[in-house]
């Protein structure tokens, strides 16, 4: 039998779907699990947009262009100028969800062995994306203590070799729900401009900004406009998810080109979801308004009650619907096994992201979980029971005061 390539037997496993196999097969015994480890919400996609295809009079689903349908890109220059950005259609090119949008990104700013700096924990599939694009994370650590704040440029410096091409970062940040303000992204902007990197910036969770802060798009960063590239994504916002539709936006005319070669290497963006997404742009701010009050609600419930347990020590996000917790174990990765296989609370349990996945650097994030609050406040009360009961007769517990010298509690 041949063998598989170098490349796919070391392509890293994402940690919010590797224990997927487990979970299906527990509700498949009858177990009730609870599923905060991906960032799938409960949230209805908006009728609207839903309507939109469903009254579609299609005869033939053909191609849409590859940079996606002049219609959809025309409405997102209106859509990005709610939030003080000046762009045109011609610098979107509409992509196939915003994973496919770093591919591209990777592919066309990036050479075999050129490095990328990110704040760690990021999202795990960075790591998969890089490793496809044969290019290297570089991390720079960030710190639950502060709530995993952008670090300052000094961090980023510290690690920029002549190898570095790019720094990139998300905002509000996944998977931490750190809210990254005007004033950091200045800052990082000014390292930007000093090495002439490009600044990839994952913007999907925008409006999803919590305690009055106000979202600053890198796109209003005049100074280094053409070293500014913004990833985006329908799924979130909307509740679309299956649309598969994304973007990459930037004033950077030789990348725009670049990606468009790649862009029509893959023929077309999903036509399909294109519609759904051209329809939620018709809407107006009322669904939008509702969705960000419900996750301001289960942000304070899941904060409120990680506060409540012992041992646990988290913070209080300030955008997206994550955050990561440090719970008293030995080893998140096996807490959250166990938790699905052998654990289960008035028939139910919860599913959570083990936090190590998320770190580039070996041994960090090992007691770490990443938390998606994307349930309901009811079903989020019965998860946080699970979770709290769960923590109290969990063999690999740790004694809360004892870190360094790692005494469980069997």
Known sequence: MPSISKRGVEVPLSPFRKLVPIADKVKAEGKHVYHLNIGQPDIETPAAAMAKVKETDLKILAYSAAAGNASYRAKLVDYYAKFGTEITADQVVVTTGASEAIQFLFLACMDHGDEMVVPEPFYANYNGFAHIADVN???????????????????????????????????????????????????????????????????????????????????????????????????????????????MVTRNEELIDAVVKYAKL????????????????????????????????????????????????????????????????????????????????????????????????????????????????????AAMDCLEEALKVYPGRIKVGQWAEGTAVV
Not at 230 to 243: E, H, L, N, Q
Not at 285 to 301: G, S
Not at 351 to 377: D, H
């Open 137 to 247: 994370v570089v991390p720079v650590t960030c710190d639950l203590e502060d709530g995993f704040a952008l670090p300052d440029a000094k961090a980023f410096e510290a690690v920029i070799t002549p190898k570095t091409k790019a720094i990139f970062i998300t905002n509000p940040n996944n998977p931490t729900g750190c809210f990254y303000p005007e004033k950091a992204l200045k800052e990082l902007a000014q390292v930007v401009k000093k090495y002439d990197l490009y600044l990839f910036v994952d913007e999907v969770y925008r409006e999803f900004c919590y305690d009055g802060q106000d979202f600053f798009s890198v796109l209003r960063l005049e100074e280094i406009e053409n070293n500014v590239v913004v990833i985006d994504s329908v799924s979130k916002r909307y509740s679309a998810c299956g649309a598969r539709v994304g973007a």
């Open 266 to 381: 893959r023929l077309s963006p999903p036509g399909l979801g294109q519609i759904l997404a051209e329809g939620a742009l018709d809407m107006d701010d009322t669904y939008m308004n509702e969705v960000k009050q419900e996750y301001d609600r289960r942000r304070n419930v899941v904060f409120d009650r990680l506060q409540k347990m012992d041992g646990v020590i988290s913070y209080l996000p300030g955008g997206a619907f994550y955050c990561f917790a440090e719970f008293p174990v030995e080893n998140a990765d096996h807490f959250c096994q166990w938790l699905l296989e052998k654990f289960e609370y008035k028939g139910s349990t919860v599913m959570l992201s083990p936090g190590e996945g998320f770190y580039a650097t070996p041994g960090l994030g090992v007691n770490q979980v990443r938390i998606a609050y994307v349930l309901n406040t009811t079903d989020l009360h």
